[in-house]
C-alpha cells in the first residue's frame, strides 16, 4: 500500500510563490502518472498537473505559464513549482499517483492560501 507524503503548503501574497512536494513512501512503485489535483471550499477536486513517467505533462488552462511540474521517477517523488499565485489558487492541493492498471492513491492534502 503506497502512501503519498505532502509538504510545502502554505500562506502567500498574491504574486508570490510556493513550491509543493510530494514523496512515495517507497522508489519502488512503478506508477504511471504522478501530478496535483486541487479543491477549492465549496468546489470540486480538479486537475493541476500531471506528469507521466515517460515525460509528458499536463496543465490545467488556469495554471499554464505560472506552474511547473517536475518529478524524480527513481524517488518517486513530484513536486509543483507554483509562481505568480493569484487568490483563486487557494485551496487544498493533493497529491495523486496512479499505476498503468489504473490504481490509484491520493496525499493528504496541503493547505495553499493566497492572500490578495
Known amino acids: 500500500q503506497a502512501q503519498l507524503v505532502e509538504s510545502g503548503g502554505g500562506l502567500v501574497q498574491a504574486g508570490g510563490s510556493l513550491r509543493l512536494t510530494c514523496a512515495a513512501s517507497?522508489?519502488?512503485?512503478?506508477?504511471?502518472?504522478m501530478g496535483w489535483y486541487r479543491q477549492a471550499p465549496g468546489k470540486e477536486r480538479e486537475l493541476v498537473a500531471t506528469?507521466?513517467?515517460?515525460?509528458?505533462?499536463d496543465y490545467a488552462d488556469s495554471v499554464k505559464g505560472r506552474f511547473t511540474i517536475s518529478r524524480d521517477v527513481a524517488r518517486n517523488i513530484v513536486y509543483l513549482q507554483m509562481d505568480s499565485l493569484k487568490p483563486e489558487d487557494t485551496g487544498v492541493y493533493y497529491c495523486?499517483?496512479?499505476?498503468?492498471?489504473?490504481?490509484?492513491?491520493w496525499g493528504q492534502g496541503t493547505q495553499v492560501t493566497v492572500s490578495s
Open positions: 517507497s522508489s519502488a512503485f512503478n506508477f504511471n502518472t
Open positions: 495523486n499517483a496512479r499505476y498503468y492498471t489504473g490504481v490509484e492513491y
Open positions: 506528469t507521466m513517467r515517460r515525460g509528458t505533462k
